[in-house]
Nanobody
Framework: QVQLVDTGGGLVQAGGSLRLSCAAS????????VGWFRQAPGKDREFVAA????????LYADSVKGRFTISRDNAKNTVYLQMNSLKPDDTAVYYC????????????????WGQGTQVTVSS
């Protein structure tokens, strides 16, 4: 069992930055790949980024590539999503999710989820 807590969301103007955090507790966090997903009102949950168990490999959705950076600190049991050059289209609830042992771009493949954190980007 892994418990995840997402924090760091907020209201920001277009072009601004936010850093989301996903803090884990429970089983050995380094056993799990982690993904970030987002869901806007009326839309399906979509893949944003993922990171391998060691942090050595990352994957991004085309829509955020070059603007978002995912990283992890296994000593702190935390995964981060640095979001720069934010756009109004990035407005959504952001969720982190954990999966053993490798990542997936499909939300259905993840067993453990954070509660979500709201990101709102104003134009």
């Amino acid at each position: 069992q892994v418990q995840l807590v997402d924090t760091g969301g907020g209201l920001v103007q277009a072009g601004g930055s936010l850093r989301l955090s996903c803090a884990a507790s429970g089983r050995t966090f380094s056993n799990y790949a982690v993904g970030w997903f987002r869901q806007a009102p009326g839309k399906d949950r979509e893949f944003v980024a993922a990171i391998s168990r060691t942090g050595g490999r990352t994957l991004y959705a085309d829509s955020v590539k070059g603007r978002f950076t995912i990283s992890r600190d296994n000593a702190k049991n935390t995964v981060y999503l640095q979001m720069n050059s934010l756009k109004p289209d990035d407005t959504a609830v952001y969720y982190c999710a954990a999966r053993d042992p490798i990542w997936s771009t499909s939300a259905q493949a993840y067993r453990y989820w954070g509660q979500g954190t709201q990101v709102t980007v104003s134009s």
